[in-house]
């Protein structure tokens, strides 16, 4: 069979159920024919953006599920999936631990992490393992630069996102001036590191570059010295849990200037965190992924599935997890094996269409073509500008 033709096979039964070096003799205790299949998955799900955690939990579950009920047949043998999530709190030391646990348990492949400080100090103990890792949200440039073979992003990185966010704050916002605010986390300061050049190279100059953390809360001094500067635009690189607090606090000192950020701003709990200091247009983001064209319908009929799971809208990254998963389950049935060494070769010429689109991956293990979606927010609700590539 032409390699193409296996993969779409493949990703169409994968699909369907839509709308490492391990023990392959694992088995459900209930049926010894049947090939237990451990999927992890890592994020936050406690501390500041543990509602993006919980989302991409939930998208991995829901992938989970779908595959049992598809009754996915692995080489000769019936598959049962199972996910075993762990709690990184977006902490390094925490991540480390989470990833030795699900390497000591055996898992056959992960998805994770949610952030780019937690899944880089996690990859190399992956690697060691032998085990897949899939991140469906970090973006930090580093992780798939480390030569590591199972090391696979399904979103845009921060050299793309934040090149596209200072040309479009220079080219289409016509940002004269810009000040530059990072939170000192790996996604926070590569993301602003990458806007300022794209903007320099554009023509803005920058008139302030401040600092602050990802657990902060009072920014009166840094927007203070902003303020004196009057940028035409602040772009904070960061996650919306101090994104909202950051421009209620900088219209209460009569800070005007737009706000521009990466896919951290770009969610659903950016509203409610904003509140009225939210405005109409006047805060831009851009978020690492999107759909278009043909895409369009298989998101749509994910974002349905989950409502209907779980009673709330994606927040984020959520189709990217589920992806992950059902990329592990693809590359498996493909080498018609669980073990990584088996299915990594298929897992690195995947052809796949899910959730987030067209799924391939480049020599270092970044998505080809990966898109970005551009939003601003209006009437209290986010709004689509442009889906770029």
């Known amino acids: 069979m032409r390699e193409e033709l296996k993969w779409a096979v493949v990703a169409a039964a994968v699909a369907l159920a839509a709308c490492g070096k391990k023990d392959e003799t694992a088995a459900n205790p ?5 090939l237990l299949v451990r999927i992890g998955h890592v994020g936050a799900t406690s501390g500041p953006v543990a509602h993006l955690g919980k989302d991409n939990e939930n998208g991995a579950r829901l992938a989970i599920e779908e595959l049992n009920a ?9 598959a049962r999936f199972e996910l075993l999530a762990e709690d990184d709190a ?14 000591d348990v055996n898992v056959h492949g992960v998805v994770g992490h949610l952030t780019s400080g937690a899944t880089l100090p996690a990859s190399p103990i992956y690697n060691e393992a032998g085990i897949p890792q899939i991140t469906p949200s970090s973006t930090n440039p580093k992780f798939t630069r480390q030569g590591f073979a199972g090391a696979f992003r399904l979103v845009a990185d921060d050299t793309q996102q934040g090149g596209a966010l200072g040309r479009y704050a220079a080219e289409t916002l016509k940002a004269r001036t810009v000040a530059v605010i990072d939170d000192r986390t790996a996604y926070g300061q590569g993301l602003a590191d990458e806007f300022e050049k794209a903007a320099v190279a554009a023509g803005a100059q920058v008139v302030g570059r401040e600092y602050t953390n990802d657990k902060a809360t009072d920014f009166n001094a840094v ?8 940028p035409d635009v ?6 919306d849990s101090v994104g909202g607090p950051m421009l209620r606090q900088m219209r209460a000192l009569g800070l005007q ?18 509140d009225t200091a939210l405005g109409d247009e006047k805060v831009f983001c851009v978020e690492a992924g999107g759909v278009d064209g043909d895409e369009v319908a298989a998101n749509d009929r994910f974002r349905a599935a989950y409502r209907a799971k779980y009673g709330t809208d994606v927040q984020a990254y959520a189709g990217y997890a589920y992806d992950g998963v059902k990329l592990l389950a693809a590359a498996m049935q493909a080498a018609g094996s669980v073990e990584p060494q088996k299915y990594l070769p298929a897992l690195r010429s995947v052809q796949y269409q899910g959730a987030s689109g067209q799924v391939q991956f480049d020599g270092k293990g970044d998505r080809i073509d990966a898109a970005l979606t551009l939003y601003t927010f209006k009437g209290g609700q986010r709004h689509k500008l442009a889906v770029i590539r």
């Open 257 to 274: 200037s737009l706000l521009v950020g990466g896919d951290g701003l770009c969610t659903g709990e950016m509203i409610t965190l904003s």
């Open 30 to 34: 209930t049926d010894s024919d049947t």
């Open 70 to 78: 598809a009754g996915i047949r692995i080489g000769e043998r019936a």
């Open 223 to 230: 927007l203070t010295s902003l303020k004196a500067k009057s």
């Open 90 to 103: 977006a902490d390094p030391k925490q991540a480390t631990a989470a990833a030795q646990k699900l390497v």
């Open 234 to 239: 602040v772009f904070f690189g960061g996650m």
